[in-house]
């Protein structure tokens, strides 16, 4: 029963990881299909591309921004010498 249980646990986060990549447009053709079906038979799946939709569109709106490289590493060595 472990053994079933091991291999669900990766279907699920390999189904979870093509569904983002399916939304963000990273997916080949393949895994746009497995999408589709995964999205079709699968509840988890559709409610986790529902709520995934929502958190992308909620980022998009505060208008997030990521800082460089350079900008972290100013910010670390300030924080040192506090």
């Given at each position: ?7 669900m646990k ?10 983002t ?14 999408h ?6 699968w ?6 591309t ?33």
């Open positions: 029963m472990k053994h079933g249980f091991r291999r990766i279907f699920r986060e390999k189904a979870k990881e093509i569904c990549k399916s939304q963000y447009g990273e997916a080949t053709w393949w895994e746009l299909l497995q589709k079906v995964f999205s079709t038979f509840k988890e799946c559709a409610e986790f529902v709520k995934n939709t929502k958190l992308t569109s909620l980022c998009e709106q505060a208008n997030l921004h990521v800082i460089s490289e350079e900008e972290k590493k100013a910010m670390k060595e300030r924080l040192k010498d506090c």
